[in-house]
């Protein structure tokens, strides 16, 4: 059974940092793609960044030069390290984690709230 544990979301002021965990379990082989996206109230969720098992990245461009996807194959655990944060940051943020057979699972979600 493949479990998705995130943590670190909270209240930040702009300007300021945090760094989000999301510790994945229940794949033999571990993951392939992992990433994190976000939900804001009345939005779609849509991509923040995501990684390659090899560890090739892609970045939504409004973050692009402020959040760092990095991830920890032995432990299965990505990171998604947020500096500059902005008001429009706000949102739930999704972990969200590929099996080697090629399903994706996702997280229950972290709140990230950042005020002006």
């Known amino acids: 059974q493949v479990q998705l544990v995130e943590s670190g979301g909270g209240l930040v002021q702009a300007g300021g940092s945090l760094r989000l965990s999301c510790a994945a379990s229940?794949?033999?082989?571990?993951?392939?793609?992992m990433g994190w996206y976000r939900q804001a109230p009345g939005k779609q969720r849509e991509l923040v960044a995501a990684?390659?098992?090899?560890?090739?990245?892609n970045y939504a461009d409004s973050v692009k030069g402020r959040f760092t996807i990095s991830r920890d194959n032995a432990k299965n655990t990505v990171y998604l390290q947020m500096n500059s944060l902005k008001p429009e940051d706000t949102a739930v943020y999704y972990c969200?984690?590929?099996?080697?057979?090629?399903?994706?699972?996702w997280g229950q979600g972290t709140q990230v709230t950042v005020s002006s």
């Open positions: 969200k984690a590929v099996a080697h057979w090629e399903a994706a699972y």
């Open positions: 229940g794949s033999t082989f571990g993951f392939n793609d």
């Open positions: 990684i390659t098992r090899g560890g090739s990245t």
